[in-house]
């Protein structure tokens, strides 16, 4: 959304002398904001429980504050048994901020429960705890699901506004009551004092969350009596109560915060306090406030022109030490843009022909993932965490929210109250401001990655031998024989590198040195890919996985009915593996190009609205090189060749240019000969989202490879290693009943559709998706979330029965 701060809050309280500390931190903050933005993560599945055996599909968003991230390129996610070790891993590149992929959960898996870990590198750096996490249920154990998660004893916390208790000023007292997963729980109860005097009765208002006025003397020792919901009785310990500090009050009302500051009558430690208010590293409210006179004093922070999400107020002494905080939540309703899901043909019948129809009114592009499941195994929780409700509120907080969207469905003071136990319970601190003060900056130790890398390290010789110039000349084969020509530069202390390339799977590079060749034979080159290695067990770990509830019993019945169902048609050997099953089909015959397409080309690469050029099949291969051989082949794209590199143009823009799928230039394409060439894609501007930075369209080039290649004598006799790339991204595959009934097979996907990469907006208002549905599913589950170019975001959910 691009929010730029309203500048009137700060400039109109300028004209007050402001307090050196206070510049300190403004200062520091932008230098944090400029060269350490936070990044968070959001993940969408294609639903919420899964058997033994499933596919988990996914799709990672990537936010920097309120606007999608254009920082951190690889994305890392982790799947963990309940005790913490690691089952599986992917690594995966994020293009246009969004990373896509799937955990194939092993059949053998007896758990009830999985843990999911994501993040980027550059998140590790700073407060680990906001790596976003989610548990997921596994049905299909031979030990029913409920029995591992008997509800544990019930615990209680107390949470003075503001951090703390102070003497002889009237105290707000939030609290929250939750079990060992950190759900909710009601309770009621009575505080005492030290003397076993009654005070007041207390009670849970909402998700076992509640408050209560206290005004405690210097001497105070309070505790509180209370039942949980079986009636068993606890005891718990408030704060202490400190003889000295201040005490911050904060109401949130329509288009403002009226806040109040006040200190002990006797104590005049703090006669002058500032107090800070910020969003997303940038301060939007700051002003002294004067308690010399009188002990208490306020204002009000004007919030209309703020965007949606968490708001941090601090109060400092004069000192810079901070006294008081906390946060509020900002509701503006302006975070979202509009869309509406129809069905414009529907049967709920067994593989019925089923079209929902997603409208767009935005003009802006969108990148969306749609998933269709089964609704009975899906669940029924519209209030679950979403793309909407984890970006702008629980990927900033800490601990457990029950129900988080709940809290987006209207702007009601009886919701607002609500969503305010909920600031005043989770802790939240992005910034640790005794190292803001003292000028102290984030140690780095893991940068910002630029996809993979060949990493190269030479062992055996000393660096001195190692030119400043040298380089290593790489021969490098990904998987399926595409081959590109690299050259991997000397960085220092004997190490080479090169980032910025995008290969799945495997691959293999040839290389040698490029100055002294005889390295080669006294040296042993070590590669690495660049990626983090992450964990294979967390600690320490726990996990936060809602008890079943009554209504949950028909989702459990439907997936112990499909689990069982794969069981007997796996022992019967009946079971339609969509990725296995072979189709019968009226075959429509495909071009040389679609073949030659389907062959080369893969991920963002692969099909969309591209010109092909076949250099297999065509005899003109007599060009001098590849660019004097499109001249004139491609409507508005300029190509002159006059010079020694060749320039390109296309709607004022220059094109980019990719060789093999990994960024390239003209200059070293020039020297491939026409004959080595396969393919050329070539996608116009506009077409070409997320495969390059240009928006002059990209020229995507692929060199032959198996039986349209001829050996390479450039390899011959180099030495070669292995590096990693990728996950391998899979396509969902959905049948098409229509031409391919396959009437003898069962079909018991709960999964009918998915689809991440759907595009939205600018003159593709709407999107028609045709889907089948399967034997068992009687109810549907449609969810389409995602987020436009403005960095506004959507969430739509409709249930088709």
């Known amino acids: 959304m691009n929010w730029k701060l309203p500048s009137f809050l700060v400039i109109a309280l300028y004209f007050s002398p402001l307090l050196s500390p206070a510049q300190m931190i403004d200062s520091m903050m932008n230098v944090y904001s400029e060269k350490f933005p936070q990044e968070k993560i959001y993940m969408q599945f294609d639903k919420k429980a899964y058997n033994p055996g499933d596919r988990i599909w996914y799709k990672a968003y990537l936010f920097t504050g309120f606007d999608p991230s254009p920082f951190s390129k690889n994305f890392y996610a982790e799947l963990y048994d309940a005790y913490g070790n690691l089952i599986l891993r992917n690594t995966e590149p994020i293009i246009e901020s969004t990373a896509i992929g799937n955990f194939d959960l092993p059949s053998s898996f007896d758990g009830t429960r999985i843990h999911i870990r994501a993040y980027t590198s550059w998140m590790l750096n700073f407060d680990t705890s906001f790596i976003y996490t989610k548990d997921l249920r596994i049905i299909g154990s031979l030990q029913d699901s409920t029995t591992h998660l008997i509800p544990t004893a019930t615990s209680l916390h107390f949470f003075p506004e503001g951090g703390e208790l102070v003497a002889g000023i009237e105290n707000n007292i939030a609290f929250r009551a939750n079990d060992s997963f950190d759900l909710p729980r009601k309770i009621s109860g009575i505080l005492y004092d030290q ?9 849970s208002a909402h998700d076992g969350m509640g408050n209560f ?16 919901e079986k009636g068993i009785e606890h005891r718990t310990e408030l704060p202490p109560v400190k003889s000295s500090g201040v005490v911050l009050r904060v109401l949130n009302s329509k288009q403002k915060l009226i806040f109040n500051i006040a200190r002990p009558a006797e104590n005049l430690a703090y006669q002058q306090v500032v107090i800070i208010a910020h969003m997303n590293q940038q301060i939007v409210y700051k002003a002294i406030v004067n308690l010399k006179e009188n002990t208490m004093s306020g204002g009000s ?8 999400g968490i708001l941090q107020i601090t109060v400092f002494d004069v000192n810079e030490l901070p006294l008081a905080e906390r946060v509020c939540f900002i509701n503006n309703s302006n975070y979202s843009f509009d869309g509406n899901l129809t069905m414009s043909a529907k049967s709920l019948q067994k593989r019925g022909r089923n079209v929902v129809d997603v409208d767009i009114t935005d ?8 998933a ?42 009886s919701l607002i109250r609500q969503l305010d136990l909920v600031m005043l319970t989770h802790g939240w601190r992005r910034f640790k401001w005794e190292n803001l003060v003292s000028g102290k900056l984030p140690a780095i130790k893991y940068p910002i990655e630029n996809y993979l890398s060949i990493n190269a390290e030479v062992l055996g010789v000393p660096s001195s031998r190692i030119s400043k110039d040298e380089s290593l000349n790489v021969v490098f084969q990904t998987k399926g024989s595409s081959t590109s020509m690299l050259n991997v530069p000397y960085v220092n202390n004997s190490k080479f590198s090169l980032s910025g390339l995008i290969f799945y799977d495997t691959a293999k590079a040839y290389y040698m040195f490029n100055t002294n060749r005889g390295l080669s034979n006294e040296a042993a080159v070590i590669f690495k890919n660049g990626l983090y290695a992450g964990v294979k067990k967390l600690k320490p770990f726990s996990m936060t996985m809602p008890v079943w509830s009554p209504d949950d019993s028909s989702l459990i019945r439907k997936s112990r009915q499909v689990f069982e169902e794969i069981a007997r048609l796996n022992g019967d050997k009946k079971i ?7 189709v019968r089909r009226r075959i429509r015959i495909k071009s040389d190009k679609e073949k030659l397409d389907e062959e080369y080309s893969s991920g963002l690469y692969s099909g969309g609205n591209a010109t092909i050029f076949d250099l297999v099949n065509d005899p003109a291969i007599s060009n001098l090189d590849i660019f004097t051989y499109l001249q004139g082949r491609v409507a508005g794209l300029q190509i002159n060749t006059a010079g020694a590199t060749p320039t390109l143009s296309w709607r004022g823009s220059s094109p980019g240019i990719v060789l093999n799928e990994m960024q390239s230039d003209a200059s070293s394409v020039k020297n491939i000969p026409v ?17 390059s930075n240009s928006s002059g369209g990209v020229i995507a080039i692929y060199t032959k490879r198996g039986a349209d290649r001829k050996p390479d004598p450039n390899i011959k006799g180099l030495d070669m290693v292995r590096i990693l ?36 907006g600018r003159g593709n208002r709407r999107i028609s998706i045709p889907f089948y549905n399967s034997d068992v599913t009687h109810r549907f589950r449609i969810i389409l979330e995602g987020f436009n170019d403005d960095g506004k975001l959507i969430h739509l959910e409709k249930i088709v029965e």
């Open 195 to 203: 003397s076993g005097k009654e005070l007041l009765n207390f009670n």
């Open 213 to 228: 006025i206290l005004i405690p003397e210097k001497t105070d020792v309070f505790y509180a009596v209370w039942k949980d």
């Open 301 to 308: 922070i004007p919030t209309g022109q703020l965007p949606t």
């Open 363 to 370: 003009t802006f592009k969108s990148k969306l993932a749609m």
């Open 372 to 413: 269709i499941t089964d609704a009975e195994v899906d669940g029924n929780r519209p209030w679950d965490d979403n793309i909407i409700s984890s970006l702008l509120l629980t990927g900033d907080l800490h601990g457990y929210v029950k129900d988080p969207y709940y809290y987006f469905q209207n702007n009601s003071d």
């Open 576 to 582: 339609q593996n969509l990725e296995a099953v072979t």
């Open 675 to 691: 004959s080595d060439i396969a393919m050329v894609k070539v996608f116009s501007p506009g077409s070409a989202g997320g495969m």
């Open 725 to 760: 790339g990728f996950n391998v991204q899979r396509e969902f595959y959905s049948p098409d009943y229509l031409i391919n009934p396959e009437p003898e097979s069962d079909d018991i996907r709960t999964t009918l559709y998915w689809n991440p990469n759907l595009k939205g």
